[in-house]
């Protein structure tokens, strides 16, 4: 090959490898960027007084004078709407059957568009769900509200050969020559009166439990069952691992029951993880009964199991690249085998088994499938360490699946399904520093 075509191709090559790398970078901002964005919103967000009245009556947090000033200011604010209520049906007992009839199901969506906005309505019993006995908390929230309350949703299908097009007419025209016209206006010159929003850094989404499954509170208890499945499940991996690493490296020999092993192995590490949680559903809850029903010891265990290969593999090739005059030289000088390995070998290969085993820590932290049938939980509270061999938990992978498909207000939590997937990345991103950390940080201790 002349010089001049293969610079061409080593030109080719590089451009190749760095448009790769760009639009690696370019995807990666896609999905991040928004995730960071939706989930710094759970934490930053401009809240309205009935985030603070939830905060004070709900976890003691805030300020309890200056909370009793905005209620009472809010009162003031909200009371023409009442009063605006109470007069339309006043005159609803007057109106001919018909028109009453036709009014009075578009009065009930505007008392429940209120209701949702600002509260349980005077005169209304007591709503038995945590989520109806408060107002919108979130100012996009009471925007959405307000929408609702002025405009009714239309469809125009005059059009056979297109899809119905949304279109909005303003709901004050339902309510015309009525008591209730003053309500529209007054409510959308007002609503700032009636809500006091007020710009909010909310540290306790990461620090407070759940309330009425995520429609308020935190996710301390998902945080803190990630916690707890992932250091789990390497309390049983890790020192399996490293032990199998070792037994691979310097004391199998090259036969058929060894290739069994290797090829078991490898096997393992390509398992699709939901075959590790029907595994451990079958034999660690069924068969072993490690516990009753679904538990964290019982998730560990199947975590345990599913990232178990790839622990044996990183530290396997840790030891091997440890050079062999170590171990020469150990042995040379009168050391026993299992003294060269603990204290030369297993040395210098530390900074490749804990990146290994950081590695697998972030994997172990992100699974969900592996704890759908072995410890996750929907809705649950923070668990102690005395609960792990008997008691499910809430996890950040699980419940973020379960918020973002099956629960029934998933469109107005979306900023707890956001909030969720920043910590859980924000958590395997750690751990993978944490990695990087230790490594550098043994690996110079090793050279003096």
Known sequence: ?????????????????????????????????????????????????????????????????????????????RAPVYRFLGEFEAEMESMDPVKKRELASKYGKVKRVLAHMLGPLPGEPEPILLRFQYGRTRWEQVEESLHDLLFVTKWDYSNPEEMAKEYFVPRIDEFRGTALAGLFPYVENNIESMMLPRPTFYWGF????????????????????????AVGAMLFAFPLGVIAAIYFTEYAKDNFFTSMLRSANSTLAGVPSIVFGLFGLAFFINTVKVSESKSVLAGSLT????????IIRAAEEAILAVP???????????????????????????????????????RAAGETAPIIFTAAVSVGATIGLADVFSSPTPALSWNIYNLASEHEAANEIRHVQYGMVLSLI???????????????RISKKLKG
């Open 1 to 77: 090959m002349d010089l001049g075509t293969r610079k061409i191709l080593d030109r080719s090559f590089t451009a190749v490898g760095i448009t790769s790398i760009v639009l690696m970078a370019l995807a990666l901002l896609i999905v991040v960027v928004p995730i960071v964005r939706g989930g710094l919103g759970a934490l930053y967000f401009t809240g309205t007084v009935e985030h603070r009245k939830i905060q004070y009556e709900e976890f003691g947090e805030g300020d309890g004078r200056r909370l009793t000033r905005e209620i009472e200011e809010t009162e003031k604010a």
């Open 206 to 229: 990461i620090t407070n439990k759940s309330l009425d499954a995520h429609i308020f509170g935190g996710i301390w208890a998902e945080i803190q069952g990630t916690f707890f499945l």
């Open 303 to 310: 975590l345990a199991i599913m990232v178990l290969p790839t």
């Open 324 to 362: 062999i005059t170590y171990k020469e030289a150990s042995l040379g000088l009168g050391s026993t085998k299992w003294r060269t390995i603990m204290t030369v070998i297993l040395p210098a290969a530390l900074p490749g088994i804990i990146t290994g085993g950081i590695i697998s820590l972030g």
């Open 426 to 440: 924000s958590i395997v991103l750690l751990l993978n520093l944490s990695a990087i950390l230790l490594r550098a």
